[in-house]
């Protein structure tokens, strides 16, 4: 390597340094769970994995790996098997699936939107769906977070087919997008709604759907993104919607088309996920009786402000957002897994700290959890 390119890379990274906001990997074994997206306790499920064990044998037939794209050497039963039943678990015509909910993003909206048409995505988008907008020949503008009336004034000035991007539950931020109105607001203007579910998925729903089934819009939303690396304690996503969007995808989604399929673990796990799913009704309750605790305990705080109510994902936000590494650091060393958020993963002043509950804590972790971050402040 030549050094002037590592003196620029060295640079780049002091940079990051001196603003605080050096990302560094971390293993974590041993500390109170309060940071993964394991929602419901599937990825540490000893029936899950016993489950997967026993229907492994039934599929001992297909190769470990895909051993190729799915258009060439890489498709099976399994998979399709498996579309089918996300398809109808999710009310769509048909599913695809991608090899991460970051590649259904991409191969998704970098494929869809042509020239000409024109995408509206609420600010706040993961950068999963921002990506795929980047190599998308469409327009694209984002609008204000969660707010129908500005997206309402943006679209008189769209051209071609529209479409309008969201995520149900925001994955920094917790809160959930006005569905319904976006519905409305998109049937009123043409426009086609597409809805990335990955923190909603497991938790919203009689059978844990998602939000756009909870809410019986099914029929007006025509993408909805599921992803299997959150409550579903697994890897992998699919993309649902109706049939002639799954035959375009496979066609045009070069983040489809260009890659190796799943391997065949990966797909008997989501089977088996899918399978326990429908009867996790008590985590889904527990999960959220936990957080409300939780939420109304630090909001008790002084100095603290905590939000948003009745989600899984808290944002806490000190009065002197510099205290916040310290904080972290100081939580992490109580035994609390709790990460700090900074930018540029979210707007500079909104950093967080980033509280995820899930149904297997405890009452006296949450109450652990409080105390030591009202000892911390
Ligand atoms: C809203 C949202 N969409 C997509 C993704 C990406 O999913 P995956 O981790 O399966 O690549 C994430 C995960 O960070 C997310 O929060």
Redesign the pocket.
């Known amino acids: 390597m030549s050094d002037v390119l590592k003196n620029k890379l060295q640079q780049k990274l002091a940079e990051r340094a001196a603003q605080g906001n050096l990302r560094e990997l971390k293993t974590t074994a041993g500390l109170i769970d309060f940071c993964s997206n394991d929602y419901l306790g599937l990825a540490r499920s000893e029936r899950l994995r016993a489950l997967i064990q026993k229907e492994e044998e039934n599929y001992r037939h297909l190769p470990l790996g895909a051993t190729g794209s799915r258009l060439l050497s890489g498709n099976h039963g399994l998979f399709e098997e498996l579309e089918g039943i996300i398809a109808s678990y999710h009310k769509g015509e048909a599913a695809l699936l991608f090899n991460?909910?970051?590649?259904a993003?991409v191969g998704l909206l970098s494929a869809l939107p042509q020239r000409g048409d024109t995408v509206f995505y609420d600010e706040a988008s993961?950068a999963?769906?921002k990506d795929g907008l980047r190599l998308s020949f469409a327009k694209t503008y984002s609008f204000r977070h969660n707010n129908v009336e500005d997206l309402r004034q943006k679209l008189k000035h769209a051209t071609g087919q529209v479409y309008v991007v969201v995520?149900s539950v925001y994955?920094m931020d917790g809160d959930k997008a006005p569905l319904v109105e976006l519905a409305q607001l998109c049937a009123e203007h043409k426009a086609a709604l597409i809805v990335?579910e990955?923190?909603a998925v497991g938790l919203y729903g009689s059978k844990g759907e998602g939000l756009t089934v909870a809410l019986g819009l099914e029929k007006q939303v025509f993408a909805q993104?599921i992803?299997?690396?959150k409550a579903m304690g697994s890897?992998?996503?699919a993309v649902v919607g109706l049939q002639v969007l799954r035959d375009f995808l496979i066609n045009y989604s070069r983040a489809f088309i260009y890659t190796t399929g799943l391997p065949t673990h990966a797909l008997v796990a989501l089977k088996c996920a899918y399978t326990l799913l429908p009867e996790l009704a008590q985590e889904r309750e527990r999960v959220q009786q936990l957080a409300t605790r939780l939420y109304q305990k630090l909001n008790k705080l002084s100095g603290i402000r905590c939000t948003p109510e009745n989600s899984v994902i808290l944002s806490v936000f000190p009065q002197q957002p510099r205290q916040l590494k310290a904080l972290a650091a100081a939580l992490q060393q109580q035994g609390f897994d709790v990460r700090p958020v900074l930018p540029p993963t979210v707007p500079a002043g909104t950093e967080r700290l980033r509280v995820i509950v899930h149904a297997y804590n405890s009452e006296e972790e949450i109450d652990g959890l409080v105390q030591a971050i009202a000892k911390g402040t």
């Open positions: 991460s909910g970051y590649t993003n993961h999963s769906m995520e994955s990335d990955a923190h993104v992803t299997y690396g890897h992998g996503a």
